[in-house]
Nanobody, 119 residues
């Protein structure tokens, strides 16, 4: 079991920056692929950025060059640095931990943190 708690969301003006954190407990995240997803009102949840246990990165096209995902296994925490924020980035952001184990996918979610980009 992995418990995930996101923090760092809030209201920011267009062009501004935020840094989201996802603190994990219950198990080490070092063996998990960690991801940030977001869900805007009326839209499906979408992958924003992911980082594998080996450090391989993956980004949605809409955030490439603006967002950076990183992980600190010693602190059991994953981060999402968001720069040059746009109104389209407004959403609830969720942290995810996933791994394939004995043929099953173990998948855990945080409760989400609201990011609002508005002037």
């Amino acid at each position: 079991q992995v418990q995930l708690v996101e923090s760092g969301g809030g209201l920011v003006q267009p062009g501004g920056s935020l840094r989201l954190s996802c603190a994990a407990s219950g198990s080490s995240i070092s063996v998990y692929t960690m991801g940030w997803y977001r869900q805007a009102p009326g839209k499906q949840r979408e992958l924003v950025a992911g980082i594998t246990s080996g450090g391989r990165l993956n980004y949605a096209d809409s955030v490439k060059g603006r967002f950076t995902i990183s992980r600190d296994n010693a602190k059991n925490t994953v981060y999402l640095q968001m720069n040059s924020l746009e109104s389209e980035d407004t959403a609830v952001y969720y942290c995810n931990a996933a791994r394939l184990w004995l043929g099953n996918v173990n998948n855990y979610w945080g409760q989400g943190t609201q990011v609002t980009v508005s002037s």
